[in-house]
C-alpha cells in the first residue's frame, strides 16, 4: 500500500508518495536509472530517448508521452550512495526518485512539488508497477 505525505527534502517541501517493496534496494535502484525500463512502470512514460542508458548527473534527453509529444528532460541531481535522483522535464523541476534501504527490502519514493501534487495518482501507479515487476 502506497502512502502520501508532506516531508522536507533537499529540495524543499515536497509531497512524498511511497512504497515498501520485497526486494533489495541496489534493484529498485537499477530499476529506477534504466531508460530503457522507464516505460515498463511509467505511466506517462511510452519511450525515452538517451544517450544514456543508465542515467547519471548531467543525462539529457526526450521522453515520449501518450500521443508522440517528446519532452526533454535533464538529470540535475544524481546521488547513488543515498539513491536518490532528480530532473527537470521542460525546464521545470519535477519528481525525484529516491530508494530508502529498509533492512529486509526497501522504500521507493517518488519526491513532488507541491503544485505537482495532482501527479500523485500516476505515482501511486507506477509505485504498484514498480512493486509488480521487483517482487514478480
Request: net charge neutral; glycine share 8%; charged share 25%.
Amino acid at each position: 500500500m502506497a502512502e502520501t505525505k508532506l516531508a522536507d527534502t533537499p529540495d524543499g517541501r515536497r509531497i512524498e508518495v511511497a512504497a515498501a517493496v520485497d526486494a533489495p534496494p541496489a534493484a529498485a535502484w537499477d530499476l529506477l536509472i534504466d531508460t530503457h525500463r522507464w516505460p515498463e512502470w511509467g505511466p506517462s512514460v511510452r519511450a525515452v530517448e538517451c544517450e544514456d542508458r543508465w542515467i547519471r548527473f548531467g543525462s539529457t534527453g526526450r521522453v515520449v508521452l501518450p500521443g508522440g509529444v517528446r519532452v526533454p528532460f535533464a538529470v540535475d541531481g544524481f546521488d547513488p550512495e543515498v539513491r536518490r535522483w532528480t530532473w527537470r522535464v521542460a525546464r521545470i523541476p519535477a519528481t525525484g526518485h529516491r530508494v530508502d534501504d529498509l533492512g529486509s527490502g526497501c522504500r521507493v519514493v517518488f519526491e513532488l512539488p507541491v503544485l505537482a501534487a495532482g501527479y500523485a495518482p500516476v505515482c501511486h501507479l507506477a509505485l504498484r508497477r514498480i512493486r509488480n515487476l521487483l517482487e514478480g
